[in-house]
């Protein structure tokens, strides 16, 4: 089976800097929940950032659904991957709804403004994510975990097939970090939504996510189930780090560092 | 589920914003015709050959030569702005009026007359000094993905201070009679005889209002974030490129003939956001039409307040911007980007 997206011995550096993805090879499955982890800077980031079509790879080939990135248009790639970026602050007061709306831009043509329907689908995001009575506040009042929801929901306002979040659960609190990986199983499960999520959050990963890949120095290291993948040899030669410790309780894993 | 707060849709809100300001505009244009140095009875019109002269020569399109000043200033201050994702953002506190200034005294100082295919050498380097001065602000603010804020105003005081001490170089080295010119150029005045500099900035300034208000959609998003706005299908690169263009012919080109007119920018779009809330689809065309309002006011001010002596524009403007932008800062929790 094609993996929906797909990353074919992609190389990538910013700016007259060091290589931050080198010759990296994976498919991320359809209608999977795939977590991508790492230690910080190596590249973990730079990783989605292709896969959402922001950055193009200096060799190699980004695939979406086996046609190259590259030959859709970002229109067209809109309505099909959403991106929602690590948190950060909006230098303007919008209203959560008119955030939310422009998620639904990819539909709308250029002289149009968003219809009643369009509307509809904002404010069903935002249940979605359990921020509904958000909807007439200013962003720039909310918390850092609030805002994050927001982007949630705008990126689901855009009807993708494929989330790509961006250490979503960094801004979150206990309870909301588990409601965001709940929903995303939820959308996974009834919509057969794909999403690929980076995360430090290694507690966040079992039993809900369907697949983990790892990344140390650019390349891929490990790949496979959590189970598989989140073990003290891996995840050791992951992060570089032998006091890496896991223990596995009822179908969970507890990972901590001595 | 819950309703919005808001129950009137943007299309809605952008028609009462624009039927609004539009009267606005009226209101005051009509004003600043009748009044001035000598009120204009606009019945005489008709039968005084002089009150027509003064009407049609000189109140007329010095008052369009104030709109489309306005217009032009306001607009781009709206689209920098969003572009920057910078509350305080503004053509003079990016250094752009400053640039602008240099390369317009440049072309002041070799010569007013010259035209590049009929386009007026001094629009012609203003665009230039406005392009460099937005490039290298911006290149000197970018890390990465993100634009720093503090870095960006800083670095718009610094090209707007090394573009003062060019102007007084050219001054220095330029004949007297040009260093006059330049001195009077750089204090401003929207004071114009007949319409032909009014149709030519037209010509000029009116493609390129079209275009960013063609791109409104673009700056929507672009002022929720760069990545945002590249997630959502916009074409980042491309938009930035054209909006630095399109805000640097038309703070150019006002720079060129207007002098240094400053804060119009900042006033203007923060007005209309206040008014009728932040989506730049109804800011953008909001201050083309606000901003012809202010400056043809800031004006009629400037004419009027200290009556038979004319201040410049730029320091009426400069009165209520100045204290309008600290202001803003001190609100900088509203703005959290600050």
């Given at each position: ?68 990135l590259r030959s859709i248009s970002r229109r067209e790639l809109a309505r099909r991957i959403a991106y929602v970026p690590q948190a950060h602050a909006l230098a303007f007061p919008f209203t959560v709804l008119e955030v939310v709306l422009t998620g639904r831009s990819p539909y709308t043509p250029r002289f149009r403004f968003e219809d009643e329907r369009d509307r509809g689908r904002a404010l069903d995001a935002l249940a979605t994510v359990g921020a509904a009575h958000l909807a007439p506040r200013r962003v720039t009042e909310l918390s850092g975990g609030e805002r994050q929801m927001v982007s949630v929901a705008r990126a689901l306002a855009q009807d993708p097939q494929c989330l790509l979040l961006d250490e979503p659960s960094a801004a979150l609190d206990l309870k909301h970090r588990a409601a965001l ?78 | ?338």
């Amino acid at each position: 089976m094609t993996p929906f997206l797909e990353a074919r011995a992609a190389e990538f550096s910013y700016r007259a800097g060091p290589p931050v993805i080198r010759g990296v090879s994976l498919g991320v499955a359809r209608g999977k929940l795939s977590a991508v982890i790492g230690p910080n800077g190596c590249g973990k980031s730079t990783l989605v950032r292709l896969f959402a079509g922001l950055l193009a790879p200096a060799r190699g080939e980004i695939l979406f659904d086996g046609v190259p990135l590259r030959s859709i248009s970002r229109r067209e790639l809109a309505r099909r991957i959403a991106y929602v970026p690590q948190a950060h602050a909006l230098a303007f007061p919008f209203t959560v709804l008119e955030v939310v709306l422009t998620g639904r831009s990819p539909y709308t043509p250029r002289f149009r403004f968003e219809d009643e329907r369009d509307r509809g689908r904002a404010l069903d995001a935002l249940a979605t994510v359990g921020a509904a009575h958000l909807a007439p506040r200013r962003v720039t009042e909310l918390s850092g975990g609030e805002r994050q929801m927001v982007s949630v929901a705008r990126a689901l306002a855009q009807d993708p097939q494929c989330l790509l979040l961006d250490e979503p659960s960094a801004a979150l609190d206990l309870k909301h970090r588990a409601a965001l990986v709940r929903t995303l199983a939820a959308l996974r499960d009834s919509q057969g939504l794909t999403a690929v999520v980076v995360t430090h959050d290694l507690h966040l990963i079992d039993p809900l996510f369907d697949h983990v890949f790892a990344l140390r120095a650019g390349a891929l290291l490990a790949q496979g189930s959590p189970a598989e993948v989140l073990t003290d040899s891996v995840l050791a030669e992951v992060y570089e780090d032998p006091h890496v410790r896991t223990r596995r309780i009822d179908g969970r894993t507890l990972i901590w560092s001595n | 589920m819950t309703k919005p707060a808001e129950p009137l849709t943007t299309a809605v809100r952008l028609a009462r914003a624009l039927v609004l300001l539009t009267v606005l505009l009226l209101l005051v244009a009509a004003l600043a015709l009748y009044a001035g140095g000598s009120r204009i009875d606009f019945a005489s019109l008709r039968s005084d050959p002089l009150a027509r002269t003064l009407f049609f020569r000189l109140r007329l399109p010095r008052v369009i030569m104030a709109a489309l000043i306005g217009s032009s200033l306001a607009v781009a201050g709206a689209a920098l702005q969003a572009l920057f994702r910078n509350p305080l953002a503004e053509p003079a506190t990016l250094g752009v009026s400053g640039g602008g200034a240099v390369g317009a005294g440049i072309a002041i100082a070799l010569g007013w007359g010259a035209s590049v295919s009929g386009v007026p050498l001094v629009f012609l380097c203003g665009f230039a000094g406005a392009m460099i001065a937005v490039l290298l602000v911006h290149r000197i603010a970018r890390s990465g993905a993100l634009l720093l804020p503090g870095a960006l105003l800083l670095a718009g005081v610094v090209v707007n201070l090394i573009a003062s001490a060019a102007v007084l170089a050219i001054q220095y080295v330029t004949d007297s009679s040009r260093a006059l010119q330049i001195l009077r150029w750089i204090i401003g005045s929207l004071e114009t005889i007949g319409f032909d500099t009014v149709w030519r900035m037209l010509l000029i300034l009116a493609p390129c209002w079209i275009a960013l208000l063609a791109l409104s959609r673009d700056l929507h998003l672009l002022a929720m974030g760069e990545e945002t706005a590249g997630a959502l299908g916009v074409n980042v690169e491309r938009a930035e490129t054209i909006v630095h263009l399109l805000c640097s012919v038309l703070v150019g080109v006002t720079v060129a003939v207007g002098g240094a007119i400053g804060f119009v920018g900042l006033i203007v779009p923060h007005a209309v956001r206040l008014m009728f809330g932040e989506d730049l689809r109804i800011v953008l065309p909001g201050s083309l039409v606000f901003g012809a309002a202010f400056l043809i006011a800031a004006d009629l001010v400037a004419r009027t307040a200290l009556s038979p002596v004319e201040l410049p524009v730029g320091a009426v403007t400069a009165l209520i911007g100045g204290p309008f932008f600290l202001w803003l800062l001190h609100r900088r929790q509203r703005y959290s980007a600050l």
